[in-house]
């Protein structure tokens, strides 16, 4: 079955970017999303790409896809504290497929 | 929150108890969703529904019964809940034409 992976964590100093990285074995898929999940919370969509797409661009949140290698990613321009949270990709094949989470530690 | 509640919000029961977990929707989505959410395993899902009195499993779908008799409501049963069952619950629904999940808050049940 499908099989999505991402690191655990990633700390980085507020103004900085963050680059969020996540790996798919799966190359069927139609659309692939970014969820962000705060403490406590539910999981909000951020973003989605549909797959003929390499790059997606939203305020701050630029997704890349590259097919080839099976990689998307999530960079979040000049990074808030506000944006510490866990953050999810998530494919798209015939069921949603979830990975594991990536940890944002924001420090001043 | 595409208007999504789940009930209650916390429960702890005790094992062999049954429980019942609600889900409730504003908007008639036709598809919803029940996932687990444990530490080290994202979300999976449990079981969905396409719509009135259509269900199917999910990746872990053992120790689970659901049912849906409206539109509106989707329900997730602990038949006989065991301590491996303590976890957060939450409840999708599917919207829009790019296939996009909505989630609800979550339900944290902790079994003893």
């Known amino acids: 079955g499908e099989d999505v992976e991402q690191s655990l964590f990633l700390s980085v100093r507020e103004g900085d970017s963050s680059v969020i990285n996540c790996t798919y074995t799966?190359?069927?898929?139609?659309?692939l999303y970014w969820y962000k999940q705060e403490p406590g919370a539910g999981l909000q969509l951020l973003t989605y790409?549909?797959?003929?797409?390499d790059m997606k661009q939203d305020q701050r949140l630029t997704v890349l896809l590259n097919k080839k290698d099976k990689h998307l990613s999530l960079r979040i321009a000049d990074t808030q504290t506000g944006d510490s949270a866990i953050y999810f990709c998530?494919?798209?094949?015939?069921?949603?497929?979830f990975g594991t989470g990536t940890r944002l530690q924001v420090f001043p | 929150d595409a208007g999504i509640t789940q009930s209650p919000r916390h429960k702890v029961t005790e094992t062999g108890t049954p429980v019942t977990l609600r889900c409730h929707q504003t908007?008639?989505?036709?598809?919803m969703y029940w996932y687990r959410q444990d530490p080290g395993h994202g979300l999976r899902l449990i079981h969905y529904?396409?719509?009135?009195?259509?269900?199917d499993k999910g990746e872990v779908s053992d120790g689970y019964s659901v049912s849906r008799s409206k539109t509106e409501d989707f329900l997730l049963t602990l038949e006989s809940a065991t301590s491996s069952q303590t976890s957060v619950y939450f409840c999708?629904?599917?919207?829009?034409?790019?296939?996009?999940?909505?989630f609800g808050p979550g339900t944290r049940l902790t079994v003893l």
């Open positions: 998530a494919v798209n094949t015939d069921k949603l497929i």
């Open positions: 799966d190359s069927s898929s139609t659309y």
């Open positions: 790409i549909f797959s003929n797409m």
């Open positions: 908007e008639n989505h036709r598809y």
């Open positions: 529904s396409y719509g009135v009195k259509d269900t």
């Open positions: 999708a629904i599917m919207a829009g034409g790019t296939d996009t999940q909505y």
